[in-house]
Nanobody, 125 residues
């Protein structure tokens, strides 16, 4: 079991950048992957991307590909979501999660992963 905590959210203008961090604690030796999800106002939670904890391979939703970058620091047990060229439609509550792959399945079945509490990102036009 791992525990996760997000930080770095805030209010920015369209076109700006923001970096979110996810601190992972607990039994990190059993980690397979860490993913990012977001839930826009009034909408369902959606997959943003994920990173393999051991190999570092990254995967992204088409909506963020080329703008968002996920990285991890295994020595500090942190995962970072670098968001560039932000758009108003990126406004959402952002969560990090950890569990066995595929990360794309966690949104539909949240019990497959451990989740943080979320951090709000608001992009104004």
């Amino acid at each position: 079991q791992v525990q996760l905590g997000e930080s770095g959210g805030g209010l920015v203008q369209a076109g700006a950048s923001l970096r979110l961090s996810c601190a992972v604690s607990g039994h990190t030796g059993s980690l397979y992957a860490v993913g990012w999800f977001r839930q826009p106002p009034g909408k369902e939670r959606e997959y943003v991307g994920a990173i393999s904890w051991t190999g570092g391979s990254t995967y992204y939703a088409n909506s963020v590909k080329g703008r968002f970058t996920i990285s991890r620091d295994t020595s500090r047990n942190t995962v970072t979501l670098q968001m560039n060229s932000l758009k108003p439609e990126d406004t959402a509550l952002y969560y990090c999660a950890a569990g066995p792959p595929p990360a794309t399945a966690w949104g539909k079945d949240p019990n497959r992963a451990s989740w943080g509490q979320g951090t709000q990102v608001t992009v104004s036009s």
